[in-house]
């Protein structure tokens, strides 16, 4: 199962249309609902919990989760810019990979 929400649907959709999109696919996906979503978002204060880059509107967020545990409501970790969620999974989301890159990099 894709963690991706589907773009290609939402440029299809109405206004309405993806809001309902966005609610199935928290449920869906995450277990999470809007709310939920939101308090990730206010605890974050709309930004990604790695780089702190700010989210333009929802759609920028990647919900990170641990994938050891799939898709499950307590398996989500947080809000992620999609450059942070994407070197997370390149990373293999192993603490000791991403040390060793930081090393390199300094």
Known sequence: QTCALPIWLLHQ??????ASIRRAWLRNV???TPADFRNFWDAQMGACAVCDKPF???GD???DHD??????WW???GLLCGNCNRASGLL???PAIAAGLVVYLT
């Open 92 to 94: 293999r989301d192993d």
């Open 13 to 18: 959709a109405s206004a309405k249309g993806k």
């Open 30 to 32: 995450y277990d999470i």
């Open 75 to 77: 398996a989500v970790r």
């Open 61 to 63: 967020a990647d919900v």
């Open 56 to 58: 333009t509107d929802d």
């Open 67 to 72: 994938h050891r545990y799939g898709n499950n």
